[in-house]
């Protein structure tokens, strides 16, 4: 953090502002200049707030240097971090695709769909069973129904299992049968939920809010991993923007900056991102030209059919070509698929 001080302060004011630094336990470094004074405060002052400067006399203006998050953050952790999931693992050269239905809609549909996006070289399989839907007259999600049928399709299928968590006190039911925790975009800022599956040890799928920046984002993960847990992936999934052509849109700088600014695995959803099947392809290969460490794509079987998110679902077969498209695309970045 720096400190700068009005071309008028005085001498007084100035040392006001080095003692300051020094009561909140840091050293201060003085730059004085002939048109004004710089005061850099030295030491890790992510807990230091501005209005701590802002309100004394003299002070023009604080600028800060250091992202507020820490553990998110490549200068604390610069190697990638790789994350074991059942065997599968994230984050290293080999592109994460996550495949499957929105939501888990019955036995029979699910392992249907976990069998074919498995064949098509899928890694883990998605499916919502408590579903954070806009109103409360649409289907909500199958409950633990719906995380018993995903345990199955897991057997099945051999794909590990990712799924929604939408409340603090359902952590150690759905920790029952998942591989790995959701945790949705409206939700992404549920400080509790966070700090709840931050006391767990089981990876952690943080989407980005639609209203929030890529640094509301990277300390909604530092939420996660402050309680110990530093196995998070964060999700790019289309933000709020003025347009309304599409869904939403997929924040492709988002992805390239969050691969500079953190060491977490990053993932696109072109689905939720979009909201339209047939932007799914364009968009996935715009993700992993960027960087990303994987994808999230909706998968159903006859998505005309689906109780959620149909217009956005790839049928099994339009995935196996996608599938097999990228592969050339991850060779292309150095990466494989
Ligand atoms: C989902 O993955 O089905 C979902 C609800 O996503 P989001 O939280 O990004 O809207
Ligand atoms: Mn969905």
Redesign the pocket.
């Known amino acids: 953090m720096i400190v700068v001080m009005k071309r008028s302060a005085t001498a007084a004011e100035i040392d006001t502002v080095v003692q300051q630094v020094e009561t909140l336990g840091y050293k201060a470094h003085l730059s004085q200049g002939t048109e004004r004074t710089i005061i850099g405060v030295v030491g890790d002052d992510r807990p230091v707030q501005s209005h701590n400067f802002e309100m004394l006399a003299g002070v023009e203006q604080v600028v800060r240097i250091l992202q507020p998050f820490k553990l998110a953050s490549r200068d604390f952790h610069p190697e990638n971090t790789v994350i074991d999931v059942r065997g599968v693992e994230v984050g290293g050269p080999k592109i994460t695709m996550i495949a499957g239905p ?2 888990v809609e019955s036995r029979a549909m699910l392992i249907e769909t976990a069998c074919a996006v498995k064949e098509a070289g899928a890694d883990l399989l ?1 499916g ?1 069973a408590f ?2 839907r806009s109103s409360p007259y649409s289907f909500q999600g199958l409950g633990e129904d719906g995380l018993e049928m995903l345990a199955e399709a897991r057997e099945e299928s051999g794909l590990p299992i990712i799924t ?1 968590v939408m409340s603090p006190e359902a952590v150690p039911l759905v920790g029952k049968y998942t591989d790995v925790f ?1 945790i ?4 992404m800022q549920n400080f509790a939920l966070l700090l709840s599956v931050g006391k767990t040890r089981t990876p952690v799928f943080l ?1 980005r809010s ?1 209203m929030a920046t890529v640094q509301e984002t990277l300390m909604a993960a530092e939420y996660v991993l402050s309680g110990g847990n530093r196995q998070v992936m964060v ?1 790019e ?2 933000i709020r923007t003025f347009e309304t052509a599409t869904r939403n849109t997929l924040d492709i700088n988002g992805i390239a900056l969050m691969k500079q600014w953190t060491h977490l695995p990053i993932f696109g ?1 072109p689905s ?1 991102g979009t909201g339209k099947w047939e932007l799914i392809a364009p968009t996935a290969r715009a993700c992993i030209a960027a960087g990303a460490d994987g994808l ?1 794509i ?1 998968v159903h079987p006859n998505p005309a059919q689906a109780m ?2 149909g217009a956005q679902s790839l049928k099994p077969e339009k995935f196996a070509a996608l599938v097999r498209e990228l592969k050339q695309l991850a060779l292309a970045v150095g990466r494989t698929l």
Request: with cysteine; net charge positive.
């Open positions: 929105c939501s998605r919502g579903k954070p929604e959701q949705g975009a409206r939700n989407k639609m999700c999934r289309g959803d939720h999230m909706e959620s998110d």
